[in-house]
């Protein structure tokens, strides 16, 4: 048998001390609610508290972006059937053993967009492929996605901004799939794209 014994009943909270701290709970839940997470994730700000920290404006950036990209991201599903290197048909006779080395490459590609348009363009990379990138606008300025797909993988985000005329950096393959960006014209101006890139990656075109 326990010896424990029970505490004594004035030391249990009461139901108005329980009542009290659930709507304390509900109170601070609903604050961060208003003033946090509806400015960061879709740009509704009812507090004003999100513009003075800056959320608003990264909710409204996130929410624009994904619309923006959605018809986009279905048609890529469509019109890009690219094969990765470690996939083989399946009348294959053979099994895989390994796939194909991928060789260092580089390539220059520009895209004209008129105000409003949109374009996209993808390479294909294995896990762990680093792609260096540069790409600018002349002309006035973008809204970018810097994303990724492959089967089973709907999307999976490198990096996304407004009002861009360009970026540069290292684009670290997170998996066999398709990298690439996105870019709108929000610009009132037909506004040249030129992307360079280069490593180890075995193709690279206009998907959208």
Do not use: C
Not at 10 to 23: A, K
Not at 107 to 113: F, I, P, Q, S
């Amino acid at each position: 048998m326990f010896n424990s014994q029970l505490p004594p009943l004035s030391d249990l909270p009461t139901s108005r001390q329980l009542v009290r701290s659930t709507l304390i709970a509900a109170g601070v839940a609903a604050a961060l609610l208003t003033t946090v997470v509806l400015p960061s994730e879709y740009g509704v700000d009812p507090t004003g508290v999100g513009r003075v920290l800056g959320l608003t404006e990264m909710g409204k950036i996130k929410v624009e972006l994904a619309s923006e990209n959605e018809p986009d991201v279905a048609a890529d599903g469509v019109a890009d059937l690219a094969i990765k290197p470690t996939e083989v048909p399946a009348q294959a006779a053979q099994p895989v053993t390994e796939s194909a080395p991928q060789v260092e490459r580089n390539d220059t590609t520009t895209v004209t967009l008129a105000p409003g348009e949109a374009s996209e363009i993808k390479l294909a990379a294995s896990k762990g492929a680093k792609i260096n990138f540069d790409w600018s606008v002349a002309g006035g300025h973008v809204n970018y996605d810097t994303h990724a797909d492959a089967p089973g993988i709907e999307y999976h985000g490198y990096g996304k901004g407004k009002e861009s005329q360009g970026e540069r950096g290292t684009l670290n393959a997170a998996f066999d799939g398709k990298h690439g960006w996105y870019w709108r014209n929000r610009s009132g101006d037909t506004v040249v794209i030129t992307l360079r890139t280069s490593g180890a990656y075995t193709e690279i075109k206009r998907v959208v």
